[in-house]
């Protein structure tokens, strides 16, 4: 069963706005990391943010940073400041409970309109 | 930094034969993953593998098949290639005392069988 929700297949930012990519999860697990990958057009896949479900506070690195609500097992990326660099497909990962193993969702494309 | 590296970026196979796909890491990683990535379906768990010569069936194991002979390398086996294993094909590897279960990728094998 899908426990990683991304309900915005493909998405367009103008260059410089903020953009922000929804992701919903489920797990059993009681602590527990989130992720968002990024996956270039040159396909390397690369980690963009990491957040511990523990912590409270949002996590940001530079121009990336999360919406994270717990409660309702929402996890939403947000791009400020979008860059044609950003253009990518993005993957939100959350660990289904149990074992060593991250499920990942179907991705969102984002595109960066110059 | 980890470095994760599959054997080859594109692969053209004909149907019925026996493909191997590579994947080797170097930084002493327990766990390794295949995945294969399809549009739509986003990253969908093949095997993974948590020790040597150990492994456990993902989500859609039917057709593959995988060895782990050594530490650092995790082979995806097709038996007999069929034309709807044309896909992209992932290797990731993570380290089983890292908490936060983060993986780390390849750069992926697009396949192509005919």
């Known amino acids: 069963a899908q426990t990683v929700t991304q309900s915005q297949p493909e998405m367009s930012v103008q260059e410089a706005e903020t953009v922000t990519l929804s992701c919903t999860y489920d797990t059993s697990e009681s602590d527990y990391y989130l992720f968002w990958y990024k996956q270039p057009p040159s396909r390397q896949m690369i980690l963009v943010i990491r957040?511990?479900?523990?912590?409270?506070q949002n996590a940001t690195e530079n121009r990336f940073s999360v919406n994270f609500q717990k409660a309702a097992k929402s996890f939403s990326l947000k791009i400020s400041d979008s860059q044609l660099g950003d253009a990518a497909m993005y993957f939100c990962?959350?660990?289904?409970?149990?074992?060593?193993?991250?499920?990942f969702g179907t991705g969102t494309r984002l595109t960066i309109i110059p | 930094d980890v470095k994760v590296t599959q054997s080859s970026r594109y692969l053209v196979k004909r149907t019925g034969e026996k493909v191997f796909l590579e994947c080797v890491q170097d930084m002493d990683h327990e766990n390794m993953f295949w995945y294969r990535q399809d549009p739509g379906l986003g990253l969908r768990l093949i095997y993974f593998s948590y020790d040597v010569k150990m492994k456990e069936k993902g989500d859609i194991p039917e057709g593959y098949s995988v060895s782990r002979e050594k530490k650092e390398r995790f082979s995806l086996i097709l038996e007999s290639a069929s034309t709807n294993q044309t896909s992209m094909y992932l290797c990731?590897?993570?380290?089983?005392?890292?908490?936060?279960?983060?993986?780390?990728f390849g750069p992926g094998t697009r396949l192509t069988v005919t």
């Open positions: 957040q511990e479900a523990y912590k409270q």
């Open positions: 990731a590897s993570s380290l089983t005392s890292d908490s936060r279960l983060e993986q780390y």
């Open positions: 990962a959350s660990p289904p409970g149990g074992n060593e193993k991250l499920t």
